[in-house]
Structures are given as structure tokens and as C-alpha cells.
């Protein structure tokens, strides 16, 4: 108990020097969303060692990963903390710690997302300049939405007459048998 204990001041003694370690893994345990800010709770040694002696840190900003790119961590993620000259009250926490493989091979040069959480794109326009686009298996989704507009489109829809003005929605209208199966953008 006691060594622990001794480890416990060892580990905030070279935080607090300016000397000691600038850089710790430690896990999250606790994340303000407004704040864009973590507690963390770091490590000498394992941080899967249960008896490794710890300190944990009041609110810590999170280093964005690129300009305008934010990425909220989890309960229980492993993650850097940098400390300004070692001062424990003046860190900043680092997401990027490879805590995993991912669940697909990652080709040279790509950008590859995966999440358990939603990904949110927020910007006044979204440009998307590629001759190809993959929207992944949208079978259902992507089908029910189309066919269900076009449905929508085709059975509503008017035509205008010189003589009688406008003339009703179609006679047959359109239903599950006319729809496409096979959806497909190119």
C-alpha cells in the first residue's frame, strides 16, 4: 500500500518539476460536450494495471485532429495527454492512440472513418468531386427512398389542357409491382 502510494507522489512530483514526464497514456472518465473537454484518469506504467498508481486530471481541452475536425472520445478510451512543461493542470489531450486494428484493411493514402457513434458532417454545402461515389449496401434504404418518391412524383402529377385546364392525377396509378428493384447512380 504504502509503494503505491510512494508511486502515486513520484508521478506528480516530475509532473509538477517541469522535468518529468510531459507526455502520459491515461483513459477518459468523464467528457463535457459543450466544453469540448475530458478528465483523464493517467497512469505510471500498464494502464490495464488495476494497481498502478494514477492521478486523475481536472477538465483538459481535446486537440482537435485538423482544423474544423472534432472527434468526441468514449468512456474508457486510451488516450495521450501532452502537458505544457509538465504542469498537470496545463494539458492537452491527444485522440490519436491506435487502440485497435480497424475492422478493414486501410489502403495507402486513404482517409478511413469508423465509428460506433454517428459521423456528422456540418457545413453550409458539402462538395463531392470524385468520378465514383460508394454509398456502401443501400439496398433497402436507398431503393425505399426512390421508388417511394417517384411513386409519390408519378401518382400526383398533372398535365395541362388547352381545353379543360389542368387535367387529374393518373388513372393507373403507380404501385409495388411497377417499381425498380435494381437501383444504381453512375
Known amino acids: 500500500m504504502i509503494e503505491k502510494f510512494m508511486n502515486i507522489m513520484r508521478l506528480q512530483s516530475s509532473l509538477g518539476s517541469g522535468t518529468g514526464n510531459q507526455t502520459l497514456i491515461g483513459q477518459v472518465i468523464a467528457y463535457d460536450p459543450v466544453a469540448y473537454a475530458a478528465q483523464v484518469k493517467l497512469y505510471e506504467g500498464d494502464p490495464t494495471d488495476e494497481d498502478a498508481p494514477s492521478l486523475t486530471t481536472g477538465w483538459l481541452p ?17 488516450v495521450q495527454v501532452n502537458f505544457q512543461e509538465g504542469n498537470i493542470n496545463n494539458g492537452i489531450i491527444n485522440l490519436a492512440i491506435n487502440t485497435g486494428t480497424p475492422s478493414r484493411a486501410v489502403p495507402a493514402g486513404t482517409i ?39 411513386q409519390s412524383i408519378y401518382n400526383s402529377h398533372t398535365h395541362n389542357d388547352p381545353v379543360s385546364g389542368v387535367t387529374g392525377a393518373p388513372n393507373e396509378q403507380m404501385n409495388s409491382d411497377t417499381l425498380t428493384t435494381s437501383v444504381r447512380g453512375n
Do not use: H, Q
Open 62 to 78: 481535446i486537440g482537435k485532429l485538423a482544423i474544423g475536425v472534432y472527434a468526441a472520445p468514449n468512456i474508457g478510451d486510451l
Open 112 to 150: 478511413f472513418i469508423e465509428s460506433t457513434n454517428p459521423v456528422n458532417l456540418v457545413a453550409p454545402v458539402v462538395n463531392i468531386d470524385s468520378p465514383e461515389v460508394s454509398l456502401g449496401n443501400l439496398d433497402d434504404a436507398l431503393s425505399g427512398l426512390l421508388n417511394g418518391m417517384a
